[in-house]
């Protein structure tokens, strides 16, 4: 009864801060953290990405995050119904969110497919010597990969459909902290190991000489992707928020339990891939080929691996859930379906655009996409990253800037009692000023648009 007197009839909400604060960490603790986050620092020089990371998150992040709340709690709507409710011509913006929910749910169901496949390959000790071959064969193939991709959607159905504090709640609750006690372990043996010093140097001792800009662009581009903005999950999330709760507190928890994680992960892969001599700069196989490698020469290494594969795992599940919810928020508020309704449909589209990004790592490698000239999975993940999330973020932060108007947003802040916006100030400048700005140049960036500009 409770809910229905905060929230819209039959809506749902978060039974508790701690859930909802899990929830939203479950959302961007992801696939991002674990995998990305290690490659990327290996990619571009190690401690420089860090600290360019870090200052992003305290700047961009941090200020996209409470925007996003923001936008949620006062219109308990999906982000399409929020978006048209606070103007009616910005309905569009809220649409631009949900497809991008459902183009990147269609190809991180597939790697979540492929996390499942490593927990079971790493339990039967089948990878083999050939860490490569084994995974480009496996990935390549037409039918199992899309066994796992299906099992992983399922999975993420069974949450979903539960609904907000019965469903995605109660899995957060108990997927996030184990993650992070696994997370803690594997990272204590991989800093513990013979010769991880070198790791750890590289990771953390900056060498400002390997600083290019590319280096800021990869940065936002994850920081974007890591917190889950730029697409109304954290709209979503927000509007299924009660009227005491303080936004900005949360605000600053979320993205710094994410960041822990994502130096966490760092942690207990680059000393463990130095100290057995791989390579850091491997790119997207850092995972799946240089990790199997490193477990099978670290001492219990195969129960390293499962622990780590089932914390990937987790992370990958309470991340998809969110980008579902998305979709799903906006069939039942604006489109008034039914959850049952709304979760089957939307999955069931998406797990269809995913067959086509599984293919495209085999059978249909040579299809590319035009304009974009990528096959269908790197189509989808560039469009989505690279142009998709930066141009919903870049359209938000001028929406609460100067459409919506600040004062109204700083009033939902502190609405709640006894609730002050102690960061009122920084975050009016950043929202207005600084954040439209970096988005915008990262965005003529991966158009390709800077090099030409500065005359490169
Ligand atoms: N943040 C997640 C990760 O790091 C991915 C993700 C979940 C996401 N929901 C999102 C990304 C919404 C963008 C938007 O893996």
Redesign the pocket.
Known sequence: MDNKVNNQEGRGSWGSSFGFIMAAAG??????????FPYLAGKNGGAVFVVAYLLIVVLVGFTMMLGEMIIGRKTQLDPYGAYKKLNKNWGFLGSIGIL??FL??SY?SVVGGWVIKYIVATVTGKIGADKAAYFTGFIGGSVEPLIYHGIFMVLTVAIVIKGISDGIEKASKFMMPALLVMLIVVAIRSVTLNGASAGLSYYLKPDFSKFRPSVLVDALGQV??????????LITYGSYLKGDENLEKNALIIPSL?TAVALLAGFAVLPAVFAFGFEPSQGPGLMFITLPAVFEVMPFGTIFGIIFFVLVFF??LT??I??LE?AVAYCIDSLKWTRIKAVSIASTLMFIIGIFASLSMGPMADVHIPLFNRGVFDTLDFF??NIL?PIGGFLMAIFIGYIWGVDEAIAEVKKSPGVKFKLEKFWTILIKYVVPFAIFIVLLSSLGLLDKILGK
Do not use: E, H
């Open positions: 959302s961007a603790v992801g696939l991002g953290n674990l995998w990305k991008t929910a990147i749910l991180y974007f992707f890591s917190l889950s903005l730029g697409m109304g999950a994410d992370a990958a991340s998809a969110s980008l998305v989505t990253s999330m």
